[in-house]
Each structure stands twice: as structure tokens, then as C-alpha cells.
């Protein structure tokens, strides 16, 4: 156990005497990254706001044209658009 200890120690680099950590910025790389990840944030919450309004449109449209047929079928001498002759 004591030689893999020796041999952990060993391996592991000192750091360097001139980095100092509170200066280290993400870089090009960490703002493209960041970007990226924004953008598609921004992407998916369209997609699903677009996706809510098409569900909340359509089930408006089915009560509309339920309540039509239940006013149809309460009304039977009332003229009927859906005959074909």
C-alpha cells in the first residue's frame, strides 16, 4: 500500500509557482461554449412555447366544434352544412 502511495505522490505534479489561480479566465473557448449553450436554451424555450400555444389551439378548436355538434343534435330541424347531395 505504501508503494502505491509512493508512486501517487510521485506522478503528481507541483503546481507552478507562477500561476495564480484567482487570475484564470475561461477563455474564447468558455464564452463560445457558453454561447452555444445559451442559444440553445433560447431555442427550446420557442419550441416549446410554440408547441404549448398549437395544443392550447387545438383543444379550443375541439370544444368549438364540439359545442357545435351538441347544439346539432339538440336541434334536429336545423339545416345541416355537412349533407352532401
Known sequence: MISLITVV??????????????????????????????????????DVVRRIRRTTYRAQIKERLDAELAVRAADPDSPRDDKIE
Do not use: K, Q, S, Y
Open 9 to 46: 505522490l510521485a506522478v503528481t505534479p507541483t503546481p507552478d509557482p507562477d500561476f495564480d489561480p484567482n487570475t484564470v479566465t475561461p477563455g474564447v473557448i468558455g464564452f463560445v461554449a457558453f454561447f452555444f449553450i445559451a442559444v440553445a436554451t433560447l431555442l427550446l424555450c420557442l
